[in-house]
């Protein structure tokens, strides 16, 4: 959510990503990082990030943070960021296990094709099979 409010807020105030880095004295790859969804500022760039763009903090989280009493708004930004974070890691790992999974599932169905055209006995029991399924499927 963070990531496309960012997005969406500097492209509506004109922004290229360098010039809101130049804003924020941070290099341009970090709005990428913050705009792909792969990390989040701290709450101190948070608060100048909000203030360059004109928005609130909230608007930027894309939810309502309420300051609990006895405790400072830094403080409270940045247990807000750190559950961003931990959902960001979440993400990454379960990206990540799905691109290991898809991997092995091509390297078993390249494995599969190369056994199948290259020793003639398999071809003859694939083409068995598929005959077989077909009779099957059309009784």
Same mark, same amino acid.
């Given at each position: =959510?963070?990531?496309?409010?960012?997005? *969406? =807020? &500097?492209?509506?105030?004109?922004?290229?990503?360098?010039?809101?880095? *130049? &804003?924020?004295?941070?290099? &341009?790859?970090?709005?990428?990082?913050?705009?792909?969804? +792969?990390?989040?500022?701290?709450?101190?760039?948070?608060?100048?990030?909000?203030?360059?763009?004109?928005?609130?903090?909230?608007?930027?989280?894309?939810?309502?943070? %309420?300051?609990? %009493?006895?405790?400072?708004?830094? &403080?409270?930004?940045?247990?807000?960021?750190?559950?961003?974070? %931990? +959902?960001?890691?979440?993400?990454?790992?379960?990206?990540?296990?799905?691109?290991?999974?898809?991997? !092995?599932? !091509?390297?078993?169905? +390249?494995?599969?094709?190369?056994?199948?055209?290259?020793?003639?006995?398999?071809?003859?029991?694939?083409?068995?099979?598929?005959?077989?399924?077909?009779?099957?499927?059309?009784?």
């Amino acid at each position: =959510m963070f990531s496309e409010n960012l997005k *969406t =807020m &500097r492209k509506e105030k004109g922004f290229s990503q360098e010039q809101l880095a *130049t &804003r924020l004295n941070v290099v &341009r790859q970090t709005i990428s990082k913050w705009e792909k969804g +792969l990390s989040v500022p701290d709450a101190e760039l948070l608060i100048q990030l909000a203030e360059v763009l004109g928005v609130d903090v909230s608007d930027l989280l894309g939810k309502k943070i %309420e300051i609990i %009493e006895g405790q400072s708004e830094e &403080r409270t930004l940045a247990l807000e960021l750190a559950k961003l974070n %931990e +959902l960001i890691v979440v993400y990454g790992k379960k990206a990540s296990d799905l691109k290991k999974k898809i991997g !092995i599932a !091509i390297a078993v169905i +390249l494995l599969i094709i190369f056994v199948c055209t290259t020793f003639d006995i398999w071809t003859d029991i694939w083409h068995d099979f598929g005959k077989n399924l077909y009779y099957f499927l059309n009784d």
